[in-house]
Structures are given as structure tokens and as C-alpha cells.
């Protein structure tokens, strides 16, 4: 009886409202990238995991391997790909839902959230080091690079210092394309940096843009907030987009 008002609430209320029937924090309802359908605990994680984002972290990886020369190993770029998949998308978010502003609600535990960080991580760091130690020693650095950012990033250590838009752009965006180039040949080269260039600067201004957005969507009463929330929105969905065609783009002129 309980679970089901709890679940009535969440659907009166937006897909994020807490499912204890408190919110906490501002509410992330109106996230563009949180689905309208399904059950209110696959929406909220949904939105926890930050799909389209996750995505396009996913697509600096491709974008990376795609640009080391001679023949891909496509098996590399499934592995290095999963590994910033659970890291990033999982272990990462759990780590930052962990906030004191409860952003998503209390839909999972802080207990709940070690867990689902731990689980994440533990099988990634696992395929990384494989992957480091029977092809690409070079990738040891870099995942111990950004180890260290997704902790000190999403938990804030060392006050905050870390949190910032600049080493988000740099461990979110210019590493995961050093990582996918690294997998494939164990070294560096002018156009790995290149890609890792495209990844910080198309990181730098999704995190600059992600910002105000959320602002503004706590304050959608006024209609000049809300329009200008949209520009912000229109930007967000048109970085996303750019960055994922690049990578297809890419895989398909490596498939020809």
C-alpha cells in the first residue's frame, strides 16, 4: 500500500520526486533526457545515469580509437568502451547522486549508491587492467588519471578543488580519447591529442551549459527563465549530438 502512493506520487510529481514522498533538493522532473514512460525507480535511475552524457563519454573512446592508424581491433574498442561505461555511467553517478542535496531523491540508499558505485567499478578497473597488462601498458596512467578524477571529482576531495569545469572537460573528455587511442596502440600520437582536443572542448562547453540549465529549470515560474532554459537545453542536446555523430562517422569510414 505504501509503495504504491509512493509510486502515484512519483507520477503526479515527475519522475524524480523521492519515492519515500519527500523531495529533496531541487527536482531534476523536467530533465530532457529523463523518459516520460516506465516504472518510476527505471526513470529515476535513468536520469541518475545521465544516458545521453554517458553517451557521449562513451563516444570520445570510439573517437580515440578510431584515430589510431593502421587496422582496429574492434574487440579493444568494445572493452575500453564498457570500461568508461561502468565507470562513468555507473560508478560515477552513484558517486555524485551521493551529494548532500540528494539530487535524485532517496530513491536508492547511500548505502545503496556505495554499492551500485562499487559494483560498477571494481568489474571496469578489472577489464582496464586486463586490457593494460595484455596490450596497452600505457593505459595504467591514464585509468589511474582518471581513478583519481572520479573520485576526486564526484566526491569532492580536497574541497572541491577538483570540481571545477576544467578537469571535468579534461578527465571526461580529453582522457577517455587518449584511453580508446592508447587500447589500440599503446602509444601517442599528433591526432590522439587532436581527438582528445575535440573531447575537452565539446566537454568544456556541455559542463558550461549543464550548469545554468539546471539553474534555470529551478526556476521555471518565469517564462523569460524558462525560454532561456531552452537555449540551454537546444545547446546540450546539439553537443550530445554532435559528438556521437563523429564517432559514427568515424566508425564508418573505418568499415569501408
Same mark, same amino acid.
Given at each position: $500500500?505504501?509503495?504504491?502512493?509512493?509510486? !502515484?506520487?512519483?507520477?503526479?510529481?515527475?519522475?524524480?520526486?523521492?519515492?519515500?514522498?519527500?523531495?529533496?533538493?531541487?527536482?531534476?522532473?523536467?530533465?530532457? @533526457?529523463?523518459?516520460?514512460?516506465?516504472?518510476?525507480?527505471f526513470r529515476?535511475?535513468?536520469? $541518475?545515469?545521465?544516458?545521453? @552524457?554517458?553517451?557521449?563519454?562513451?563516444?570520445?573512446?570510439?573517437?580515440?580509437? $578510431?584515430? =589510431?592508424?593502421?587496422g582496429i581491433?574492434?574487440?579493444?574498442?568494445?572493452?575500453?568502451?564498457?570500461?568508461?561505461?561502468?565507470?562513468?555511467?555507473?560508478?560515477?553517478?552513484?558517486?555524485?547522486?551521493?551529494?548532500?542535496?540528494?539530487?535524485?531523491?532517496?530513491?536508492?540508499?547511500?548505502?545503496?549508491?556505495?554499492?551500485?558505485?562499487?559494483?560498477?567499478?571494481?568489474?571496469?578497473?578489472?577489464?582496464?587492467? @586486463?586490457?593494460?597488462?595484455?596490450?596497452?601498458?600505457?593505459?595504467?596512467?591514464?585509468?589511474?588519471?582518471?581513478?583519481?578524477?572520479?573520485?576526486?571529482?564526484?566526491?569532492?576531495?580536497?574541497?572541491?578543488?577538483?570540481?571545477?569545469?576544467?578537469?571535468?572537460?579534461?578527465?571526461?573528455?580529453?582522457?577517455?580519447?587518449?584511453?580508446?587511442?592508447?587500447?589500440?596502440?599503446?602509444?601517442?600520437?599528433? !591526432?590522439?591529442?587532436?581527438?582528445?582536443?575535440?573531447?575537452?572542448?565539446?566537454?568544456?562547453?556541455?559542463?558550461?551549459?549543464?550548469?545554468? @540549465?539546471? =539553474?534555470?529549470?529551478?526556476?521555471?515560474?518565469?517564462p523569460l527563465?524558462?525560454?532561456?532554459?531552452?537555449?540551454?537545453?537546444?545547446?546540450?542536446?546539439?553537443?550530445?549530438?554532435?559528438?556521437?555523430?563523429?564517432?559514427?562517422?568515424?566508425?564508418?569510414?573505418?568499415?569501408?
Amino acid at each position: $500500500m505504501a509503495r504504491a502512493k509512493a509510486e !502515484q506520487s512519483i507520477d503526479q510529481h515527475g519522475p524524480d520526486a523521492d519515492v519515500t514522498g519527500e523531495d529533496e533538493g531541487p527536482t531534476r522532473r523536467n530533465e530532457w @533526457y529523463v523518459p516520460k514512460f516506465g516504472p518510476p525507480r527505471f526513470r529515476l535511475f535513468v536520469g $541518475m545515469a545521465f544516458v545521453p @552524457y554517458t553517451l557521449m563519454n562513451v563516444s570520445y573512446v570510439v573517437t580515440g580509437s $578510431m584515430l =589510431a592508424p593502421g587496422g582496429i581491433d574492434w574487440v579493444r574498442v568494445g572493452e575500453i568502451s564498457m570500461v568508461y561505461l561502468l565507470a562513468v555511467g555507473i560508478s560515477a553517478h552513484a558517486l555524485d547522486a551521493l551529494a548532500p542535496n540528494k539530487p535524485w531523491g532517496t530513491f536508492l540508499s547511500r548505502t545503496q549508491l556505495e554499492a551500485l558505485a562499487v559494483l560498477a567499478l571494481v568489474p571496469a578497473l578489472s577489464l582496464g587492467l @586486463y586490457l593494460a597488462l595484455s596490450h596497452a601498458p600505457w593505459l595504467i596512467p591514464v585509468g589511474l588519471a582518471e581513478l583519481f578524477f572520479l573520485l576526486a571529482y564526484n566526491l569532492e576531495l580536497f574541497e572541491g578543488r577538483f570540481h571545477t569545469e576544467g578537469w571535468f572537460a579534461f578527465s571526461w573528455g580529453f582522457l577517455p580519447a587518449i584511453a580508446g587511442f592508447v587500447a589500440q596502440t599503446n602509444s601517442l600520437a599528433p !591526432q590522439a591529442i587532436a581527438g582528445g582536443a575535440f573531447g575537452l572542448t565539446t566537454a568544456y562547453v556541455e559542463i558550461n551549459a549543464s550548469r545554468p @540549465y539546471k =539553474a534555470l529549470k529551478r526556476r521555471l515560474g518565469d517564462p523569460l527563465l524558462a525560454e532561456s532554459g531552452l537555449r540551454f537545453e537546444r545547446v546540450l542536446k546539439g553537443v550530445v549530438a554532435s559528438t556521437l555523430v563523429v564517432a559514427v562517422l568515424l566508425i564508418t569510414l573505418r568499415l569501408q
